[in-house]
């Protein structure tokens, strides 16, 4: 029999079920306990003397020409949205992003998820205006290059649609994998001019309160925003990710509202109305309320509350050899910055402090990690996010304890990835 080698000092346990400390990665244990890791079959591949990499055939011609927009790799297809269009139409419904084979923090533009209540509409943005009117001194009417000349910012800002993760309403645990059921939430840089500033241009009567924001697709899709929202943090969108917004998105200019549900956040905006009161459009009273287990309706639930979800491990990824894996995933809040995400490795019995990457941002999505020495056995692996406000994610029965389970709307509770012997990955309830 081989000798073994002396085991590595052995990392500091963070949490029940094999959860390590979470500074592991920053100090460069983990190759050491990575290569532990490995069993004795595996090391003695590593006994032949090494030997040089063979020519590949795309080194010995030269590369393919350039081209006016970049694709990704042909072998990364399965990098895609996966959507669905109710009954009936072409593209009344969503796509979701695959945060399962993404990592960082910022969704690439063509893999943002979308949401239309009918289709994406083609708009000559020569023809397309701006029209803001009601409670002002005087309406006004901006062409896309009159906006283009106002002074511009940036956020890096997560939109989720109040339906994500709704399936975890039901009864049963959906049979399904990130991208289906929390894939209608997606993050990226968005630049445009402040609505604010053309607000105050406009004048803003003192009466006016809430405004009304409304599409230009064939939906009538419109909301009632408070006026303090639109004067605090809101944009008129126009580029995402530094190119302009895509049509899916809003081109050639959409409302971003960061931290509020993401039908709020008017694509294709065209007109912006000043109003005392909320004007009560069929996206916030038929809806966008969540009906509660006493049969009243909660309305104007603005904010997507604290939340985060494994990304990987997660079903659809099968695990591989038992050893040290990483736990990744996403954090948010629309009330501000994650203060902490917490990773369990048994269903929630015992906590571990996931590192946070940064930058960590106000709105936006943060990126988390958590190192994982899995032994093989069966795992309960979640997590559980707390903003800077205090609030934490709350369990599932939790929340649905508190709301019923007719809500709908605004799911934020803690979700469960099961691992079985062997390493099959499945949704659970915990
Ligand atoms: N004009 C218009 N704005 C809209 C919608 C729409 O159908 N029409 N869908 C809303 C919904 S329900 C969501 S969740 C977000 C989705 O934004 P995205 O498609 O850019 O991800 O846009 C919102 N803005
Ligand atoms: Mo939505």
Redesign the pocket.
Known sequence: MRKKRPAPSEPEQAAGNGLLDRRLFLTGGAAAIGSAALSDTARAAEVPPVQLLPVEPWMKTPGSPFTAYGQPSRYTSKVARVFASAPGTTGTG?SRTPHHLLDGMITPNGL???????GIPDINPEAHRLLIHGLVRRPLIFTFDALMRYPMESRIAF??????SALLYQKDPAPLGVQPIHG?L?CAEWTGVRLATLLEEAGVDPRAQWLLA????A?G??RSIPLAKAMDDALVAIFQNGEPV?P???YPM??LLPGY?????????RRIKLTEGPTMTK?ETSK?TMLLNDGKSLQFCFEQEAKSVITRPSPGLTMGTPGLYEITGLAWSGSGRIAKVEVSADGGASWALAALQEPVLPKAVTRFRSPWRWDGGAATLQSRATDESGYVQPSRSKLIADRGARANYHFNGIASWGVAQGGEVKHVYA
């Open positions: 969503t943002h998820f979308e949401r239309h209540h009918n939109i989720e649609c109040a339906g994500n209608l997606s409304e599409g230009a697709d939906s899709m419109s895509r899916s998105n809003g959409r409302l549900e993401g039908n709020m956040n008017v694509k294709w905006l996206d966008y």
